[in-house]
């Protein structure tokens, strides 16, 4: 790999050993807790609620909102 070449994690996650993954989660939930993530942290909160109340959208009302 290139020296400044960027990775797609999403490639990579599935193919780490459970020890891995949860290393990875921990260093995830440190980096949210960071203040500047304060926003994106209370979306997915806000969005876990819906979800567990059944307020979703479709994928036409996403893509119309847009």
Do not use: C, P
């Not at 994690?9 to 990875?24: P, V």
């Not at 109340?53 to 479709?58: Q, Y």
């Amino acid at each position: 790999m290139a020296k400044n070449q960027r990775v797609d994690i999403r490639y990579f996650i599935d193919k780490l050993d459970d020890e891995d993954k949860e290393k990875l989660l921990f260093f995830v939930e440190e980096l949210l807790k960071n203040e500047k993530y304060r926003k994106l942290r209370e979306e997915i909160e806000n969005r876990r609620e819906e979800i567990k109340t059944g307020h979703i959208l479709s994928h036409k009302e996403f893509w119309d909102g847009i």
